[in-house]
């Protein structure tokens, strides 16, 4: 099941919504964050005018989203002259797993109109990294990877910044939902410091986006420069600029996770 098969699963269902998630997208308990957010946001969308863009979605990680069929719920907290807010949850034999916030606003005039630059990698020898089953996490084999700056998970590294260029192995034209599996793929930068496996976890999420359209874009070499601003009493603090194949900025992301170690 690749990533856009995933989000064509996710049908109405009464008042709510299904979706599934193969073991394929899972990373050791739990299902992909990128997928579990981009389930939820497709549940979204059948409550949202397609004229109205995804400008920011906050996620909560309750409990592990296992392999399956999960429910989804969605309903509109509000809906002004421009914007709506949305909330979503992903749920598995009745408990809530996933909470979701987004808010959908249409364009406004105005006189700003600036955007982040990417700044050039030097890179003598970018490391591509190929998929390792039982050794890495089971969603890892829908990307293909090439790591331009910063440590491996587990290296025992110092570095707090990488670079990772990232294509997505599927098929059709890119949209929002793909955006969150992009911003979701770098593992937490803490791990890197680490000599031997250790796990980590997300805790909450918060992403905004910066374009209104993705599908020009294509699906291979995006990249996402991120950087880990704190870390203590076991909780990281990371950020992530995504960007597209061509420089284009696409996100800012901020996350904030927990490691066992």
């Known amino acids: 099941m690749n990533f856009s098969q995933a989000m064509r699963s996710v049908i109405r269902d009464g008042d709510s919504w299904r979706g599934e998630v193969g073991t394929d997208w899972l990373q050791g308990r739990s299902a992909f964050g990128g997928l579990q957010a981009a389930l939820g946001l497709r549940a979204m969308r059948g409550l949202v005018p397609v004229e109205l863009a995804l400008r920011t979605l906050q996620v909560t990680f309750l409990a592990p989203v296992p392999a399956g069929s999960v429910a989804i719920r969605a309903a509109c907290l ?10 979503a949850g992903l749920y598995a034999g009745g408990q809530l797993l996933c909470r979701l916030l987004g808010v959908f606003g249409c364009a406004r005039p ?10 050039a990698v030097d890179v003598p020898a970018a490391r591509e990294v190929p998929y390792v089953p039982a050794a890495m996490p089971a969603f890892f084999q829908h990307f293909r990877v090439r790591w331009l700056r910063g440590d491996l998970p587990f290296s025992g590294g110092t570095q707090r910044e990488a670079v990772v260029q990232v294509s997505l192995r599927d098929d059709g034209p890119p949209d929002e939902t793909h955006v969150l599996a992009f911003a979701d793929f770098i593992p937490p930068l803490a791990l890197g410091m680490f000599t031997q496996p250790t796990a980590g976890s997300s805790l909450t999420w918060m992403l905004e986006l910066l374009r209104t359209r993705y599908d020009d874009l294509g699906l291979d070499d995006w990249r996402i420069d991120a950087t880990l601003l704190a870390a203590r009493d076991g909780y990281t603090n990371q950020s992530v600029m995504l960007w597209g194949p061509h420089g284009e900025p696409l996100a800012l992301s901020r996350q904030s996770m927990v490691v066992f170690g």
């Open 78 to 87: 509000r809906k002004g002259s421009s914007t709506m807010h949305v909330e």
């Open 110 to 119: 105005s006189v700003l109109d600036f955007q982040p630059r990417q700044q």
